[in-house]
């Protein structure tokens, strides 16, 4: 069966972001800006801030203006994999790239993905980097219901036919309806809907409204197609592989809980922008009628995946076949229901038993995205089937702080980073992955990963071992810093030119045996909550200040 693109080139795209055209203004290199950026300290582990120095100079080389004729309109990181951006990537990267903020492109670069949306809300989620064009393996070229190119590639379900055997025809059976409208992308493009969740992040860092409500309406749209073309007739989200290319889950995949719980996120993360915009005066389109159906969809959502995915006498989350049966096999995926909010208080705590549990995810690098008591788990890595990723560990932590686990998270984030440095302190680079089970770089093909790997040396150092973060609090922007007497004894910590909510401060601590002296070096005015050796300190920070503890 022959494969037809042309529809591609007589498409109208990006018509709901408005920005159309790239400003041309060039973004600043390395050695004009290395000395604005935030400059860590960790007396105790110099090695940690030479690592956090070494990924951000990769992560400048991976930085682009759009290719004239690509139609990108925005200067962006990208994804270090290989010619293509990613979006899921992309999405990961903006997280420590908000630290970095203003000298990185960091979040703009989803802008190349907004202005590539169809006109049913479909976004792609890999495209050529130099063209702008999508990458056709990933496209509905035979005008097929929904169906998965990657089939074929991995022997996870074998398509004996391209566009015979539909995902319509396994997930919608009993609808009672014809598919109207057929996907422009296939399943193997539809996956992961972070992109609120990305945006959400860098406006708790930013404040910057004015974005929020120019992705308003692409994010909306996006999440409408993906409820159309991806929700099971029993309410859950159907995925293939879930861009977790060789997991052993794949081979019953159905219903993930990954996508599903990141479903739950989106409409939280859509309600969360529509009401900001709504606080600062902003018209949200159809604000009430709209709100009033995310709601409705996060709390049917959130019984559903309670329902048919928690196992309740192992206090886990699994994948479910499309005969509801649970897949019983213990990956990263099983604990996404803590960021998504849909994991209760007493479900939180038992997942948090796993993840301490040294036979299945607490190995020596933490956290592996197939459980080491699992059949098929590789030691060495094995890609999906054991290694550590830093943007499933990113979500991990995130799901850990909304639950109130702070100690956890920051120990497995300080487990991460640590193991990072010692890797490039062996090998002198950046990995995309890492073996739990050893502190090498595995079985790991792809180096000067900057890429979601520097997650681990920006975002875990900054915001675990320094300790520093925004606090989610209305009003006046308020710093958290949270201070580990464990790094910082008879030592310093701190970090210099710290970027918070169009703010920058400079914060040192230093351990006087007994006493702690903290110095803040700032031009601006903000709220402080210090927290160390178990008391937390509210101060008004104006101007320069001496404190000591």
């Known amino acids: ?30 050695d004009e800006v290395k000395d604005l950026l935030p400059a860590p300290i960790v007396t105790n582990h110099q090695e940690w801030v030479d690592c956090y ?25 990208d994804a270090a994999f290989n010619n293509d951006i990613f979006l899921w990537d992309t999405v990961f990267m903006t997280l420590f790239c908000n630290l970095l903020h203003p000298f990185v492109p960091g979040i703009c670069s989803l802008d190349n993905f907004y202005c590539k949306q169809f006109d049913d809300g479909e976004i792609p989620r890999e495209m050529v980097r130099d063209t702008g064009k999508d990458f056709l393996l990933w496209v509905n070229a035979f005008d097929s219901p929904l169906y998965s190119y990657f089939h074929n590639h991995y022997g996870f379900r074998m398509l004996k036919e391209l566009g015979t055997l ?48 120019m992705v308003l309406e692409p994010l909306y749209r996006y999440y409408e197609a993906l409820k159309y073309h991806l929700r099971h007739q029993n309410g859950l989200y159907v995925t293939d592989w879930a861009s977790m ?54 709390a049917i959502l959130i019984e559903k995946i309670n329902r048919y995915m928690w196992n309740e006498h192992e206090g886990f989350y699994y994948d479910i ?26 479900q939180g705590k038992r997942l948090i038993e796993w993840l301490e549990d040294k ?27 054991g290694s550590v990723w830093a943007p499933t560990n990113a979500l991990v932590l995130r799901g850990l702080e909304n639950h109130g686990f702070h100690k956890l998270a920051r120990d497995i ?8 440095s010692k890797v490039y302190e062996q090998t002198g680079t950046i990995w995309e992955n890492y073996p739990a089970d050893e502190i090498s770089s595995g079985d790991s093909d792809k180096n000067e990963f900057v890429g979601w790997s520097g997650l681990g040396p920006i975002l875990c150092l900054i915001q675990y071992a320094v300790g520093l973060s925004l606090e989610r609090k209305e009003g006046e922007p308020t710093v958290r810093w949270e201070i580990s007497g464990n790094l910082i004894k008879g030592g310093m910590l701190g970090c210099k030119k710290y970027w918070f909510a169009g703010k920058t401060a400079d914060f040192e601590a230093k351990d006087m045996g007994g006493s702690l002296d903290v110095t803040i070096h700032t031009e601006d005015c903000f709220k402080l909550n210090l927290i160390y050796q178990g008391a937390q300190h509210s101060i008004s920070v104006q101007g320069d200040m001496k404190l000591t503890f």
């Open 166 to 213: 539909a995902y319509e025809d396994m997930y919608k059976p009993n609808m009672g309806r014809i598919i109207e409208k057929k996907p422009y992308l296939t399943l193997d493009n539809l996956n992961h809907p972070l992109l609120a969740f990305a945006e959400w992040e860098s406006y708790c860092h930013t404040k910057d409204v004015k974005r929020l409500r």
């Open 245 to 298: 290319d060789n997991s052993t889950r794949n081979k019953h995949l159905g219903l993930a809980v990954d996508t599903s719980s990141e479903m739950v996120m989106f409409a939280g993360n859509l309600t969360d922008i529509m009401d900001e915009l709504v606080k600062y005066g902003y018209d949200v389109p159809d604000y009430e009628k709209r709100r009033e159906e995310l709601v409705r969809d996060k």
């Open 359 to 385: 036979e299945a995810f607490n190995r020596p690098h933490r956290i592996p995205v197939l459980a080491a008591d699992e059949e098929g788990y590789d030691p060495r890595g094995g890609y999906w089937r």
């Open 413 to 420: 984030a300080v487990n991460h980073l640590d193991v990072i």
């Open 53 to 77: 120095h070494y990924a951000v100079r990769i992560l400048y080389t991976n930085i682009h203006q759009p290719a004239e004729g690509s139609g990108f309109v925005s200067n962006f990181v």
């Open 321 to 346: 076949t499309f005969g509801e049966r649970q897949t019983r096999i213990k990956t990263i995926a099983g604990f996404f229901p803590l960021v998504s909010g849909v994991a209760d208080e007493k």
């Open 1 to 30: 069966m022959d494969r037809d693109y042309s529809f591609l080139d007589s498409l109208d795209r990006g018509m709901y972001f408005e920005k159309k055209e790239y400003d041309g203004v060039p973004y600043l290199k390395y």
